[in-house]
């Protein structure tokens, strides 16, 4: 049962480019997204959020884009920096009924320098 | 800055014994989860509690799990028998409010291992 998924296991990029992280969804009930960031022997850690309502959420070097026809969002990292590192999750969640955090199976980022 | 807090950060137990998992949630916050990941899998979701009852909760969530709020600050997970499937990273989170901000703050989580 994929609901939220994350297709590309991994990603390497330069120190100073644009970092994008992808994932799809299939249950069209989901109308709010969120991305967290997860290093190792640590919990999940909130980075930028988006609602059905709105395509694009900026904070800082992080941007959120939602393709809701598509069922598609993506993570924009820009500039990319070392300390990016670490596995990235997309998790979806139906508002209305639901508080639950539907997770994606993660994508992990290498920033090289 | 507040955070999610718990303990242990390691628990290894015997199958068919029984655990606690104790999460301190942020202070002002109204609504705890408890999530898991076993090695390699994605983050599952398994027990939402809000207003000293569960909310939602998921198929993994069977008879062997239980939440509580004992007192104004902790929150528990007990599994009364465990089985060697239940070996995983547990992670707790609360959020504020279900209006307008969704987001929910997770703790650095217990890793447990049933041998």
Known sequence: DQQVKQNSPSL???????SIL????TNSMFDYFLWYKKYPAEGPTFLISISSIKDKNEDGRFTVFLNKSAKHLSLHIVPSQPGDSAVYFCAALNTGTASKLTFGTGTRLQVTL | EPEVTQTPSHQVTQMGQEVILRCVPISNHLYFYWYRQILGQKVEFLVSFYNNEISEKSEIFDDQFSVERPDGSNF???????????????FCASSETLAV???????PGTRLTVT
């Open chain 2, 101 to 107: 901000n969704y987001e929910q703050y997770f703790g």
């Open chain 2, 76 to 90: 528990t997970l007990k599994i009364r028998s465990t089985k060697l499937e239940d070996s995983a990273m547990y």
């Open chain 1, 12 to 18: 390497s990029v330069q120190e100073g480019r644009i």
């Open chain 1, 22 to 25: 992808n994932c799809d969804y």
